[in-house]
C-alpha cells in the first residue's frame, strides 16, 4: 500500500509543478548544498575538501549525518572540529528519524533564503574534481528544472547497472559548456530523473516530496520521489549536465541497508582504523580523464604523509 501510495502522490507532486512551470518559469539564482553522510568519516572528509577546494564558497553546505556506535560519532566530532573555521559548513546530528529531521532541515533553509531556491545534494561517498561556480550552475537551472554534475558526454558506462550508457542514443542540445536532454522510458543512468548524486532538485518540489511520501532514509525517498518520472517524462521535461562529469561515486563500502549496491566493499571499521590513523582518501589526477560512470572502483588510493596505498579488495 506504502508503494501505491507514493506513487499516485508523487506523480500527483509532479504534475502540479510542472503545471505551475507553465504558467511561470522560475529561474533559480540561489543554492544550498544538502549532503547525506552515514558511518562514513573518511569518505566525507574527503567530499568536504574537494568542495573547499573547487566549490563555490558562498554556497552553504548542510551536513545530516547519523552513525551507529559512538566511536564513530567521535569520528564525526573530530570533523565538526577541523571544519569549524568554515563558516559556510553546517553539520546537522540526525534525531529521532531522518524525515522528521530532513524536514527541520527544509525548514530552517526555507526560512534563512529567498525565493526559489534550489537544492544541489551529494552523498558521502562522491569526490568532486571539477571546479563549481554557482554562475554555472545558475545558467544549468535556466535549461531545465533537474540537473546533474554526475553526468557528461564522457558517460559510456553504468557501474551500478554493470552495462553500457551513452548520449548517442538522446537527442541532446549542446549550449556552451552543457547539454541538455529529455529522459526516456529506459533503464539507464541517464534517464533517471531524481538523484542525490551531485543533482539538483527545486527547493518547492523538495519539500512537497519531504512532506507527503512516505520513507525511511535516502534511498527509500529517493526512490519513491522517481516514481514520479512518469509524468515528468511523459511532460517531455528535460534534464541538464555540463559537457564533462565534476563528481564521481566512490565504490568503497556499503553501510545503508535499504537498497543492495553493485561493489566489493571494505569493512566499515577497517576505513574508520584508516581515518583514525590520518590516512585520506585520494582521487588518482591521472585516472580523471578515464572516468566514464557516476561510480568508479578505480582511480583512487589512500595517503597519509605523502604514503600511497591502494586497495587490494582480495586482502579485505
Known amino acids: 500500500m506504502i508503494k501505491i501510495y507514493n506513487y499516485l502522490i508523487s506523480n500527483l507532486i509532479i504534475i502540479l509543478f510542472i503545471l505551475k512551470r507553465f504558467i511561470v518559469k522560475e529561474n533559480y539564482f540561489n543554492y544550498e548544498v544538502i549532503i547525506f553522510s552515514y558511518n562514513r568519516a573518511?569518505?566525507?572528509?574527503?567530499?568536504l575538501k574537494s568542495l573547499i577546494k573547487l566549490f563555490d564558497?558562498?554556497?552553504?553546505?548542510?551536513?545530516?549525518?547519523?552513525?551507529d556506535s559512538q566511536s564513530i560519532g567521535n569520528d564525526y566530532i573530530k570533523l565538526i572540529n577541523k571544519y569549524q573555521k568554515n563558516k559556510n559548513i553546517f553539520f546537522i546530528k540526525e534525531k529521532s528519524s531522518f524525515k522528521s529531521s530532513l524536514n527541520n532541515l527544509i525548514k530552517k533553509i526555507k526560512y534563512s533564503q529567498t525565493k526559489n531556491l534550489n537544492l544541489l545534494f551529494f552523498v558521502d561517498d562522491q569526490i568532486l574534481f571539477k571546479e563549481i561556480k554557482i554562475e554555472s550552475l545558475i545558467k544549468l537551472s535556466k535549461y531545465s528544472p533537474i540537473s546533474t554534475l554526475r553526468l557528461g558526454l564522457n558517460t559510456k558506462w553504468s557501474y551500478n547497472l554493470n552495462k553500457k550508457q551513452s548520449f548517442e542514443s538522446y537527442r541532446y542540445i549542446t549550449n556552451g559548456d552543457c547539454i541538455q536532454w529529455i529522459p526516456k522510458?529506459?533503464?539507464?543512468?541517464?534517464?533517471?530523473?531524481?538523484?542525490?548524486?551531485?543533482?539538483?532538485?527545486?527547493?518547492?518540489l523538495f519539500d512537497k516530496f519531504t512532506k507527503y511520501l512516505f520513507f525511511k532514509g535516502p534511498n527509500s525517498l529517493e526512490s519513491s520521489m522517481n516514481y514520479s518520472d512518469l509524468f515528468y517524462k511523459i511532460f517531455k521535461q528535460k534534464i541538464s549536465s555540463f559537457n564533462e562529469q565534476s563528481v564521481v561515486n566512490i565504490v568503497i563500502s556499503q553501510?545503508?541497508?535499504?537498497?543492495?549496491?553493485?561493489g566489493k566493499f571494505v569493512d566499515v571499521n577497517k576505513l574508520k582504523y584508516l581515518f583514525d590513523n590520518?590516512?585520506?582518501?585520494?582521487?588518482?589526477?591521472?585516472?580523471?580523464?578515464?572516468?566514464?560512470?557516476?561510480h568508479i572502483d578505480y582511480g583512487f588510493y589512500f595517503e597519509k604523509k605523502g604514503k600511497k596505498m591502494y586497495i587490494d579488495y582480495h586482502y579485505y
Not at 57 to 67: D, P
Open 42 to 47: 573518511l569518505q566525507l572528509d574527503a567530499l
Open 278 to 294: 590520518q590516512w585520506e582518501l585520494k582521487l588518482d589526477n591521472k585516472k580523471i580523464k578515464y572516468f566514464n560512470s557516476p
Open 57 to 67: 564558497k558562498n554556497i552553504n553546505l548542510n551536513i545530516l549525518y547519523r552513525y
Open 255 to 262: 553501510v545503508q541497508k535499504e537498497t543492495n549496491n553493485r
Open 185 to 204: 522510458f529506459k533503464n539507464d543512468e541517464i534517464s533517471y530523473v531524481f538523484s542525490f548524486d551531485g543533482s539538483t532538485i527545486p527547493l518547492v
